[in-house]
């Protein structure tokens, strides 16, 4: 799989979804569902400073993994802008550090903050929260 640049992430356009591949290894990490990503690109004065500060030229990232049920986040509201989860409903908007706007979710999808080396989009730091619905 081809590495996603900078410029395949598009302002305001639906986020893609992507695997984090190991720089060192080259390994993508696709065989776990847990470590899918909803990458997505939006103006940076729309993001709140938490956000902002995890974000790298408007490019933000989180988990595609629900917080509710663990279903995969893989609809996008175009209009708001916003994450939404095809099982229960549940909205999340990115801008705002994806916190819940409707839905049954408790919590924010977990963002991973980024950071660029050239044409790269790296991780810069480990996931904000655990992955996925919270343990019964």
């Known amino acids: 799989a081809r590495a996603v640049t900078p410029a395949d992430v598009v302002l305001n356009a639906a986020p893609l979804s992507v695997w984090p591949r190991d720089p060192v290894s080259g390994v993508t990490r ?15 004065a729309s993001l709140d400073d938490a956000t902002r500060a995890r974000a790298v030229d408007g490019m ?4 595609a993994i629900c917080t509710h049920a663990a279903c995969a986040v893989s609809e996008w509201a175009e209009d708001k802008r916003h994450f939404v989860c095809p099982c229960h409903s549940s909205e999340y908007d990115p801008a705002h550090g994806a916190a819940r706007v409707t839905g049954p979710t408790a919590r924010p999808l977990p963002a991973l ?3 660029l080396d050239g044409e790269r989009i790296l991780i810069a730091a480990p996931f904000s929260a655990p992955l996925g619905a919270p343990a019964a």
């Open 60 to 63: 933000v990232a989180y988990s």
């Open 113 to 115: 903050p980024l950071k």
């Open 30 to 44: 696709e065989n776990a569902r847990l470590n899918q990503i909803l990458l997505v690109r939006l103006d940076p």
